[in-house]
Antibody, heavy 115, light 106 residues
Framework: QVQLVQSGAEVKKPGASMKVSCKAS????????IQWFRQAPGQGLQWMGW????????NYAQKFQGRVTMTGETSITTAYMELDSLRSDDTAVYYC????????WGQGTLVTVSS | DIQISQSPSSLSASVGDRVTITCRAS??????LAWFQQKPGKAPRCLIY???SLESGVPSRFSGSGYGTDFTLTISSLQPEDFATYYC?????????FGQGTRLDI
């Protein structure tokens, strides 16, 4: 069955970087964009951008331009999202998602930014 | 950006009730709307995509309708496991945007 399995929770200091991985299985990795979202505590869902596993292309939300990098390794059907210059308000659960209707979601990765 | 207005923001209901949640898009999105259920500490789960297509494994008491700017999620007979937060999402254009969520409580 379709699965997106993300890396585990992280605690980071302000100013540091984070990198979350998303391992895909059960569907053709190059067939759909890998989308990234985040959800701050008690808040709604926010789109961060997409990575195209077919050609390595990306599209980032304006809010994260210059701070986010989305990549992938097709040989191991894994996508990555790296966010730099972390601040306390980057504390959130980060999700990868895919599928024609963005209907397949990973389990989420909690990243806590705290000094 | 396409704005999505979702209502109500919260709803109290009982097991067996019929419940309706609505979303209105600021621009026409044809059928590019999905509905998600989220329980505390869990990832969103897709219930409906393409406005009215039921995701595999989702009970038939969930249904979606609408086209263009106005959409509805209906739960025909609430079950205990349905108490959660529901979000609609448009995916016709970027940035992908969501409604503010509807918290469904007992």
């Amino acid at each position: 069955q379709v699965q997106l399995v993300q890396s585990g929770a992280e605690v980071k200091k302000p100013g540091a970087s984070m990198k979350v991985s998303c391992k895909a299985s059960g569907f053709t990795f190059t067939g759909f964009y890998i989308q990234w979202f985040r959800q701050a505590p008690g808040q709604g869902l926010q789109w961060m951008g997409w990575f195209n596993p077919n050609d390595g292309g990306t599209n980032y939300a304006q809010k994260f331009q210059g701070r986010v990098t989305m990549t992938g390794e097709t040989s191991i059907t894994t996508a990555y999202m790296e966010l730099d210059s972390l601040r306390s308000d980057d504390t959130a659960v980060y999700y990868c998602a895919s599928g024609g209707a963005v209907n397949y979601w990973g389990q989420g990765t909690l990243v806590t930014v705290s000094s | 950006d396409i704005q999505i207005s979702q209502s109500p923001s919260s709803l109290s209901a009982s097991v067996g009730d019929r419940v309706t949640i609505t979303c209105r898009a600021s621009h026409g999105i044809t059928i590019y709307l999905a509905w998600f259920q989220q329980k505390p500490g869990k990832a969103p789960r897709c219930l409906i995509y393409g406005a009215s297509s039921l995701e595999s494994g989702v009970p038939s008491r969930f249904s979606g309708s609408g086209y263009g700017t106005d959409f509805t999620l209906t739960i025909s007979s609430l079950q205990p496991e349905d108490f959660a937060t529901y979000y609609c999402q448009q995916y016709i254009s970027y940035p992908i945007t969501f409604g503010q969520g509807t918290r469904l409580d007992i």
